[in-house]
């Protein structure tokens, strides 16, 4: 019986011991690259207006060759995520 006895605690302490030491998380790779892709990105923020100078409601706001993009509100103002370097296109509308 002690024997018995001796074996389930050494194998119980085993056990306890790899636990322990697989217990470490760390964060997978990719993880920090997210990170940095969105560190990377700033907000833009901005107020379209046609010549008179008045605010115009409604305009799309584009990231120049992607499907990022925004439409002005009441008071002609709009605010949009873009990586550095981007270029908005505001498309106009032929009436």
Same mark, same amino acid.
């Given at each position: 019986m002690n024997k018995q006895l001796a074996f389930v605690k050494s194998g119980l302490g085993l056990f306890l011991c790899f636990l322990l030491?697989?217990?470490g998380y760390t964060l997978p +790779?990719? +993880?920090n690259e997210a990170v !940095? $892709? #969105?560190q990377q990105s700033r907000k833009i923020t901005g107020t379209v207006k046609d010549t008179r100078g008045e605010t115009l409601l409604g305009v #799309?706001? $584009?990231v120049q060759?992607? !499907?990022n993009g925004t439409v002005t509100d009441l008071d002609g103002n709009?605010?949009?995520e873009v990586e550095p370097n981007a270029t908005l296109v505001f498309p106009t509308l032929v009436i």
């Open positions: 030491v697989g217990s +790779a990719h +993880a !940095t $892709i #969105n #799309n706001v $584009i060759g992607t !499907t709009f605010s949009l």
